[in-house]
C-alpha cells in the first residue's frame, strides 16, 4: 500500500464527554486504552481500578436504506463501537511488608489470544497482574404477561424476574427451553390456545471473571505487560526487572532481565518499556531511561544480560547535559506488524528504527520541539517526566502520538519530520494549530525514576513563573490505533474519543 496518500480524519464517536469546567475527579481519569487483536473489541481502564469494555457494531447497519439509495458512491464503512460491560479489576491494597500503600490504577492492559468466544485480558497495577474472562449469556426476560386471577403477589414477582441460560440444566438439547418453564405453575401463563399473552425478548449480557492473580513477583512499578506469539506466555516488566510467566502458571515466573545493582547508588538507567516480537516467540525488546532499546534473544541464555541488539542514536547523545538525559527517556515502544521497525516515544519526538540498522533512526518526527526553550520550566512543573504513548497502522506507514491542550499528531512514513496533521481530541479535530498547547500535571514517571534524574539538581536556578506556549493542565497520553483500518481511539481526562480516516 502506498504511504503517499496524506489521510484525512473525522469525528466517529465520544464516549464519557463532559462539559467545559465539568470536574473530573481523579479515579475517572483513563490511563489505558488497547484494542482486541482483530479489532472486534476495545478496552479501558481507569485510576479507580475499572474497566470499560466496548464492542464494535457492524458497519453495514450504520446508514439507513434510502441513505444508501441516494448516494452516488459507496457508503464509506468504518468501525463503531457500543458499551458492552464495565467491572473493577484492582481494589486499593495495603502491603503491610513495606507499609506501602498500592493504588488501583490501571497500568497496562493486553488482550489474549482466544480459544473460544470468550474474552481472555490481562490487567496489571503497579504490582499486580490479573487474568480475567469476559464471556456472554443470553438473557430471556418476560416481556408481557396477562395473569390470571388467582395468581399471587409472590408469583407475580416471581414471573417478573429475568432467567439467565446456562445457569441451570437446560431441558431440551438446544439449551432454549428453560427448565422453569416445565415447572411452572399451571396459572402463572395461559397457554397458546388461550391467547398470546407473553412474549420472550432474549437479549445478551456479559459476564466478567477473574480467572488468575500473578502477584508478589515486582518489588516496583510495572509499567508493561507483553503476550508473546506463542499463545502461552507474556511479559511483565517493571524499573529494573523483566519476568517471565506462563499464563496457567499463577505462583512462579522466571526473571529475565534484571538491571538493579549491588548497591543501588550504582543505578544508572530504569526500565521504561517492554514489549514481545509480532512474530518470533523467542525475541524481545525493552527500553531504557538512557534512551537505549535493547532487542534481546531468550534462547541465548536464562538470565538475558547480553544483548543481541542494541539501537541508540549517536547523533543525539552528542549534548549529555542534564536536561538532554531526562527528555531522551523513551516512554513507549511498538513493533511494527512486519517485526522489522519499531517506534518509539520519548519526550520531544517519535522515532522509527530499522532492526538493521542500530546507529541512527531511520525518521524522526518532531511531536514537542517548540517546548525546547521551556525545558527548565517543565522541569520545574513536573511535566518533563510525562510519558506519552505512541501507535502504529497496521502497514506501518502512519504513526501517531500525544501532545499538550489535549491535541496528537499523525505522522507518514513519506512526509517530513514536521508534517505532522495536528488533531484535537473534540468533536471538531482539525480546528487547532500545531503549536498552541502544554498541561501541567505530575509526572506519570515513578517517583523511584524521577528521583534517578533529580539527583543533585533540586535547584536549576531557573524562573518557575516563566510563561509556558501551552496548556499543561489537559494532556493526550494514552491513544491506540485500530488494527485492521484507519481508525485511532484516545484518550483525554475521562473522555473516550475516536476518528477514522
Same mark, same amino acid.
Given at each position: ?29 483513563? !490511563? ?8 472486534? @473489541? ?63 490504577? =490501571?497500568? $497496562? ?19 499486580? =497482574? ?17 395473569? !390470571? ?64 492473580? *500473578?502477584?508478589?513477583?515486582?518489588? *516496583? ?14 511479559? %511483565? ?12 502458571? %499463577? ?67 552528542? !549534548? ?26 520519548? *519526550? ?10 542500530? %546507529? !541512527?533512526? =531511520? ?6 520541539? @517548540? ?32 501532545? @499538550? ?87 483525554? $481526562?475521562?473522555?473516550? *474519543?475516536?476518528?477514522?480516516?
Amino acid at each position: 500500500m502506498s504511504s503517499s496518500v496524506a489521510l484525512e480524519w473525522k469525528f466517529s464517536q465520544v464516549f464519557g464527554e463532559k462539559f467545559p469546567g465539568e470536574k473530573v475527579d481523579d479515579v475517572d481519569l483513563i !490511563s489505558v486504552v488497547e484494542f482486541e487483536s482483530r479489532g472486534d @473489541y476495545l478496552a479501558t481502564g481507569d485510576h479507580g481500578g475499572r474497566v470499560v469494555l466496548f464492542k464494535r457494531i457492524d458497519g453495514k447497519n450504520l446508514h439507513p436504506r434510502k441513505e444508501l439509495e441516494h448516494m452516488d458512491h459507496p457508503a464509506t464503512v468504518h468501525p463503531r463501537y457500543f458499551y458492552k460491560t464495565e467491572f473493577q479489576s484492582h481494589e486499593l491494597e495495603f502491603d503491610y511488608l513495606k507499609s506501602l500503600e498500592i493504588g488501583e490504577k =490501571i497500568n $497496562k492492559l493486553r488482550f489474549c489470544a482466544t480459544p473460544n468466544n470468550s474474552l481472555f485480558i490481562l490487567f496489571t497495577n503497579d504490582r499486580t =497482574i490479573k487474568l480475567w474472562k469476559v464471556s456472554e449469556c443470553k438473557v430471556k426476560r418476560v416481556k408481557e404477561m396477562e395473569l !390470571s386471577p388467582n395468581v399471587s403477589s409472590e408469583n407475580a414477582l416471581l414471573s417478573e424476574k429475568s432467567f439467565v441460560i446456562g445457569l441451570n440444566e437446560s431441558s431440551v438439547q438446544n439449551g432454549n427451553h428453560l427448565e422453569w418453564i416445565n415447572k411452572k405453575p399451571r396459572s402463572v401463563c395461559p397457554t397458546p390456545e388461550e391467547g398470546p399473552n407473553m412474549i420472550f425478548n432474549v437479549g445478551e449480557s456479559a459476564v466478567a471473571r477473574c480467572r488468575r492473580v *500473578y502477584a508478589h513477583a515486582h518489588d *516496583y512499578n510495572i509499567n508493561s505487560i507483553s503476550n508473546n506469539s506463542d499463545g502461552e506466555t507474556f511479559i %511483565s516488566a517493571d524499573e529494573l526487572r523483566i519476568n517471565l510467566w506462563n499464563m496457567e502458571v %499463577s505462583n512462579q515466573c522466571f526473571n529475565i532481565v534484571d538491571l538493579k545493582p549491588l548497591h543501588m547508588e550504582d543505578l544508572i538507567e530504569v526500565i521504561t518499556s517492554a514489549e514481545f516480537h509480532p512474530d518470533y516467540c523467542n525475541l524481545l525488546a525493552y527500553s531504557s531511561s538512557r534512551g537505549f532499546i535493547r532487542l534481546v534473544d531468550m534462547r541465548q541464555s536464562a538470565l538475558c544480560d547480553q544483548n543481541a541488539k542494541i539501537l541508540l542514536d549517536h547523533e543525539a547523545r552528542g !549534548s549529555r547535559s542534564f536536561f538532554a538525559q531526562i527528555i531522551a527517556s523513551i516512554s513507549d515502544i511498538k513493533f511494527a506488524k512486519d517485526g522489522r521497525h519499531i517506534l518509539s516515544r520519548d *519526550y520531544m519526538n517519535l522515532k522509527l528504527w530499522d532492526l538493521h540498522m542500530e %546507529s !541512527s533512526p =531511520i525518521a524522526i518526527f518532531k511531536i514537542n520541539d @517548540y517546548l525546547q526553550p521551556k525545558i527548565p520550566v517543565l522541569y520545574n512543573h513536573d511535566a518533563i517526566f510525562d510519558k506519552f504513548d505512541c501507535c502504529i497502522s497496521r502497514d506501518g506507514h502512519h504513526f501517531a502520538s500525544g501532545s @499538550y491542550s489535549n491535541i496528537f499528531i499523525v505522522f507518514s512514513r513519506d512526509g517530513g519530520q514536521d508534517d505532522g496533521i495536528t488533531l484535537e481530541a473534540t468533536r471538531n479535530p482539525n480546528r487547532v494549530s500545531r503549536c498552541q498547547t502544554a498541561p501541567r500535571t505530575a509526572g506519570l514517571l515513578s517517583s523511584f525514576a524521577r528521583g534517578l534524574n533529580r539527583r543533585g539538581h533540586d535547584n536549576t536556578g531557573s524562573d518557575a513563573s516563566d510563561e509556558i506556549p501551552c496548556d499543561l493542565k489537559s494532556k493526550l497520553i494514552h491513544l491506540a490505533w485500530h488494527p485492521t483500518t484507519s481508525l485511532i481511539a484516545c484518550a483525554t $481526562k475521562c473522555s473516550l *474519543y475516536m476518528y477514522y480516516a
